[in-house]
């Protein structure tokens, strides 16, 4: 009798997100192949809120723990325009809402429970300042149990 592959080898994780766009991540596997996450950025003094759902598949590259994903989900956003602001007029407060895409590779921690991902998140705005950004790369560390 054979057992089936999982992609996931914790249940959930909570930790950092560096990059660009800076925050806290709650990761959470629903099933043994899917997952939600939550992400809290902060950039030009505003912050994101976004939800993906997401897709995992186990041994990326035939390396035991490196695991790959691939999701969608949305984001809800506010900002006060100021100088360190290019997207809004200086004094206004906006809110922003769009969608977000995901593809990354995480790789779990034998010996410490953590895991450290490298993911891509491009994001739409689609009210507010409507726009699309593709330069959301980020490192995510979490504490998985």
Do not use: C
């Not at 999982?6 to 991540?25: E, F, M, P, S, V």
């Not at 035991?64 to 004094?91: C, I, Q, S, T, V």
Request: cysteine-free.
């Amino acid at each position: 009798m054979g057992t089936a592959a999982t992609a996931q080898d914790y249940n959930t994780g909570i930790g950092i997100r560096g990059g660009l766009w800076n925050g806290l991540t709650v990761k959470h596997f629903i099933s043994n192949n899917t997952a939600i996450e939550g992400i809290l950025t902060t950039r030009w003094q505003g912050f994101i809120l976004t939800g993906l759902y997401q897709i995992h598949a186990p041994q990326a590259f035939d390396v035991p723990r490196l695991n790959w994903y691939y999701g969608a989900g949305a984001h809800l956003g506010f900002f006060e325009g100021n100088d360190k602001n290019p997207w809004f007029d200086r004094g206004s407060t906006n809110t922003v809402l769009g969608l977000d895409g995901i593809v990354g590779i995480e790789y779990n921690i034998e010996p410490i429970p953590f895991n450290i991902s490298l993911d891509w998140k491009p994001f739409l705005n689609l009210l507010g300042n409507v726009d699309f950004h593709a330069s959301d790369f980020a490192i995510s560390v979490r504490y998985i149990f």
